[in-house]
């Protein structure tokens, strides 16, 4: 078996822009392997700190006022976009580097190839 296709438990798949059916397959199992929490931010989106208005309208809430618990959600949706950069080339990073969420980055891979 070459290096290429040898996979590493702490280090997830390659994506290289080809055959992106297989790396999607290695990535869901190496994801929910990671941290099953991870996966779900990838599939549900984060719950992402929101403050709700007088008016009733849902804005992001400030880093300034973030409790503990707000920390945590925004860490996981941190970590499952780091684990989803670190298993792309650079032209696939391109693609996503932009989402705002691991759900965003997810779909967008899904949507281009």
């Known amino acids: 078996m070459s290096n290429k296709e040898s996979m590493s438990i702490s280090k997830p798949p390659f994506f290289d822009g080809n055959n992106y059916s297989h790396w999607k397959a290695k990535m869901t199992i190496f994801i929910q392997a990671l941290d099953f929490n991870l996966w779900d931010i990838i599939i549900d989106g984060p719950e992402l700190p929101h403050i709700i208005s007088q008016e009733g309208i849902k804005t992001l809430k400030p880093r300034s006022s973030y409790t503990d618990d ?25 693609r996503v580097s932009s989402c705002a969420t691991a759900k965003e980055m997810w779909d967008r891979l899904e949507v281009t190839q």
Do not use: G, M, T, Y
């Open 70 to 94: 707000d920390r945590k959600k925004v860490q996981l949706n941190a970590k499952a976009k780091h684990v989803i950069i670190c298993a792309l080339n650079s032209n696939e990073f391109n």
